[in-house]
């Protein structure tokens, strides 16, 4: 049973590592995304997760409020699920040379690491997560694409132990600041 569990691990990191497109892909696409200024100020965002058979588990709706603290990129997000919950982050992303990003969150086990290019922004983290009063570390694969000034997509692949767990589709929606 433990080389079964074993190959399964072995096999699952090998699978994760490969392919993919580099955040370098996109470097032509346009609108630029620039996240202090996307993220600063009053964003909203609707969202779901996914099972990895497709099925439909949770949906939500955040109220992302973003600020600047020097060269810190403060991001407190408000969460409201569809089963009636909440929940609040709060990120703290710092830039780490040019395109680079890093992040940390109450929920999130070490740091963050992303990058920017053109209209994308492509970052891993591990996320504590609270399901049914026992807390998972997950592993979160997360790309956002700028579609216009206003408007961004986001899809994240939710791995444990190499193995897909769910994916998390969210659309982001950056208020004018007269709101």
Known sequence: MLRKWL?????????????????????????????????????????????????????????????????????????????????????????????????TAGDVVGVATGEVSGNSFHWRYVLRLPVDGTEYDVSLDDWMYLIDKQTMANRSSMTKLGVEVGQVTLFFRKQDAAK
Not at 31 to 47: C, I, N, Q, S
Not at 76 to 98: K, N
């Open 7 to 103: 190959l399964l691990l072995c096999l699952g990191s090998l699978l994760a590592g490969c392919g993919g497109v580099p955040v370098s892909h996109y470097s032509q696409e346009t609108p630029k995304l620039d996240l202090r200024e996307y993220f600063t100020g009053r964003v909203e965002a609707w969202g779901m997760f996914q099972k990895r058979s497709g099925e439909v588990t949770k949906r939500f709706h955040v109220i992302i409020n973003g600020r600047s603290e020097g060269e810190v990129l403060v991001m407190h997000e408000a969460f409201s699920y569809s089963d009636g919950t909440q929940q609040v982050r709060e990120w703290r992303l710092r830039p780490d040379g040019p395109g680079r990003w890093t992040g």
